[in-house]
């Protein structure tokens, strides 16, 4: 079968841990190819809820290999408390379960400190980020400081890149006044990394080719969103690597033309997380309400998402940019009985009208939206079966958005365990194999 590329088309929190982990049973390998342990895909197996972080979500099924690309930002500490975690609830997550690329830089004791302070400094202006180090590490990447995760295999380098990160960072730290940095303890500390996690580095680039040429298919794994990707999402307010289509090839060292598709995850509403501009949003009872319904609280962090009406001009943009083929709606159970529901379908700026999502951030925070309101649907999709079971209203509801957005849907959650899904066999017929998804699914 295809290699099958999954990803957010809005701020991210569109429920990818799900759909990946619905979707793994047709796919021999899923490979994450960006971002930290900011991120947190929520997976639920016959009531017991396991949240990710770092993992690809395919792990829950054995037999999977996991693979952690040269895109990511890698915590020591908390790649192995997730390893344990999951490993404490009977999931083998070793070597031979996960692999994670030599070329991933690590996320040193500096960088959530360096964030602290930069988002303390920001004051009303601050990005929102869980200040894990994640964007000072991609800092430290990009200047070319940062400590890869190959570097454990010698001590002799891995000491000498510390201490040449620290010689460079503490002129700024003592100027600003944060503590001081001990370059041999900090040696020390990665030097213990380096034995526990040396076994499960490999050279992923040539491992997903060697998996590809035996005929093994890839699911290639998203984190975050295509709106808060570093090139294309709302600047500044965005995570720190590249959560588009784009970014799978260079995180994980493929070709894009391995990639056979790209399935976008998106909510039926809008959320988001952190600070930046929300045109949709619902500051009110109402988006409360949808808030609490959906159980929008951030997995890594437990922050409330702000919650907004689905945006068709956001995911219309988000589709182009990253090619998307199809679309997986999520939580649509959750907006069941509120009563007729709007859709926005554009955007005004000064009285004009914008033909497509604008680039700037300080436009899009003055842009008013512009509505369609659909009919609602009073009845519960939970146990919705087939695509004849949901009612008329909802499919009408799914019919404006595909028209909006300009992509089909090809699967519509309804609830957070494998079997609440709805399969719609046209659309992924040629991208799955259906009767391995529907199996594990208990479908």
């Known amino acids: 079968m295809a290699n099958l590329l999954v990803l957010g088309t809005q701020w991210g929190d569109e429920g990818k841990g799900k759909i990946v982990d619905l979707l793994t049973p047709a796919f021999e390998v899923v490979a994450r190819y960006q971002g930290g342990h900011n991120a947190g895909h929520t997976v639920?197996?016959?009531?017991?809820?396991?949240?990710?972080?770092?993992?690809?979500?395919?792990?829950?099924?054995?037999?999977?290999?996991c693979v952690i690309g040269n895109g990511?930002?890698?915590a020591p500490a908390a790649f192995f408390k997730e390893i344990g975690d999951l490993e404490a609830q009977g999931v083998a997550a070793g070597p031979a379960r996960v692999a994670v690329s030599r070329g991933a830089h690590l996320i040193m004791p500096w960088h959530p400190l360096a964030e602290r302070f930069s988002e303390d400094r920001r004051g009303e202006k601050k990005i929102g980020t869980t200040c894990r180090g994640i964007g000072p590490a991609y800092e430290d990447k990009a200047a070319r400081l940062g400590v890869r995760a190959g570097d454990l295999a010698d001590l002799g380098i891995l000491r000498e890149k510390i201490a040449d990160a620290v010689a460079a960072k503490e002129p700024v730290f003592r100027a600003f006044g944060l503590p001081a940095l001990d370059a041999e303890a900090i040696y020390r500390e990665y030097a213990g990394?380096?034995?526990?996690?040396g076994p499960y580095l490999q050279d992923v680039s040539e491992l997903l080719d060697e998996r590809m040429k035996r005929g093994e298919s890839v699911l290639f794994e998203g984190a975050q969103g295509a709106l808060l990707d570093l090139d294309h999402g709302t600047y500044p307010y965005v995570t720190s690597s590249s959560s588009t289509a784009g970014g799978a090839a260079t995180g994980l060292g493929v070709g894009p033309r391995t990639i056979h598709g790209v399935l976008g995850i998106t909510k039926a509403y809008t959320t988001?997380?952190?600070?930046?501009?929300?045109?949709?949003?619902?500051?009110?009872?109402?988006g409360r309400t949808i808030a609490t319904r959906g159980d929008e609280f951030g997995a890594t962090t437990g922050r409330p998402r702000r919650c907004g009406w689905f945006d068709a001009v956001a995911v219309r943009y988000a589709c182009r940019v990253n090619g998307v083929d199809r679309i997986a709606l999520t939580k649509p159970d959750v907006l069941a009985g509120l009563g007729d529901i709007p859709v926005c379908t554009g955007?005004?700026?000064?009285?004009?009208?914008?033909?497509?999502?604008?680039?700037?951030?300080?436009?899009?925070?003055e842009v008013v939206p512009e509505y369609r309101t659909l009919a609602g649907w009073p009845e519960s999709l939970r146990?919705?079966?087939?695509?004849?079971?949901?009612?008329?209203?909802?499919?009408?509801?799914?019919?404006?958005?595909?028209?909006?957005?300009?992509a089909r849907v090809a699967?519509?959650?309804t609830g957070v365990e494998r079997?609440?899904?709805?399969?719609?066999?046209?659309?992924?017929?040629g991208i799955v194999d259906l009767d391995r998804v529907r199996a594990a699914a208990g479908k």
Do not use: N
Not at 272 to 286: I, K, Q, W, Y
Not at 347 to 365: C, D, H, N, V
């Open 44 to 65: 639920w197996v016959r009531g017991r809820k396991i949240v990710l972080h770092l993992i690809p979500s395919g792990i829950l099924h054995a037999g999977t290999l």
């Open 72 to 74: 990511l930002v890698i």
């Open 193 to 197: 990394w380096a034995e526990k996690l």
């Open 272 to 286: 988001r997380v952190g600070s930046g501009p929300f045109p949709t949003e619902l500051d009110s009872d109402l």
């Open 347 to 365: 955007y005004r700026y000064k009285g004009r009208l914008l033909k497509s999502f604008p680039p700037e951030t300080w436009m899009l925070a």
């Open 383 to 406: 146990g919705a079966a087939d695509p004849g079971s949901l009612p008329k209203s909802f499919v009408e509801y799914v019919r404006v958005l595909e028209d909006l957005v300009e």
């Open 411 to 413: 699967i519509v959650s």
């Open 419 to 429: 079997a609440d899904t709805v399969l719609l066999e046209d659309e992924l017929r």
